[in-house]
């Protein structure tokens, strides 16, 4: 069995989550192609689905919205988790509770075998100087929150959920 991990990212974090995923989930026996949400891939053509996204003004991303809610069935109907990047899950008054992923979750027909609210970074020499300035009036804290220990401890977590 093949599983797709499928990520979309607006400054790189996601991704960065998603590779450790992804290198996780092989070691756990588990075949698995890891795709940008932007290059289009088909659920379809795989056996378990993972989305990763990250979360911009209480959002998950776009583009992964709309391709979940284009591939609903075919997600309906095989294991599928999901997983989001933000920058106020590294605040641990705010971790588990997430409200991008609450309200993606409500879309969904059934719900994922799995749902992580990792941390990602916030780094001011990746996004747009517009965008720089809303989080600055934000007060967002800076910096690199991953913890990709904890993403890998994930994938081993969930490679038997998907395996189903
Ligand atoms: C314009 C903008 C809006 C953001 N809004 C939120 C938010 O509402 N909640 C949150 O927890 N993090 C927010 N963040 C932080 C991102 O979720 C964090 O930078 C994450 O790592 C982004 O993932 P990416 O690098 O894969 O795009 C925001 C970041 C930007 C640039």
Redesign the pocket.
């Known amino acids: 069995m093949t599983a797709l991990v499928a990520?979309?990212?607006?400054?790189?974090?996601?991704?960065t989550?998603a590779v450790t995923l992804a290198g996780s989930l092989r070691e756990a026996g588990l075949a698995c192609d890891l795709v940008d949400i932007a290059d289009g891939p088909d659920p379809a053509s795989y056996n378990a689905v993972v989305l990763g996204?990250?979360?911009?003004?209480?959002?998950i991303?776009k583009s992964a919205a709309s391709w979940a809610e284009t591939h609903a069935e075919v997600l309906a109907e095989r294991p599928f988790a999901f997983f989001s990047?933000?920058?106020?899950?590294s605040d641990p008054k705010?971790a588990g509770k997430?409200?991008?992923t609450d309200a993606f979750l409500a879309t969904l027909t059934r719900d994922p075998v799995a749902v992580a609210n990792f941390?990602?970074?916030?780094?001011m020499d990746?996004?747009p100087l517009h965008?720089r300035v809303?989080?600055k009036s934000m007060r967002?804290p800076t910096g690199d929150f991953r913890d990709l220990p904890a993403v890998a401890a994930w994938g081993r977590e969930i490679a038997p959920l998907l395996r189903g």
Do not use: M
């Open positions: 990520y979309a990212t607006h400054s790189g974090a996601t991704r989550l996204s990250g979360v911009r003004i209480e959002s991303e990047c933000s920058g106020s899950a705010k997430q409200k991008a941390p990602g970074w916030v780094l990746r996004i965008e809303l989080l967002t």
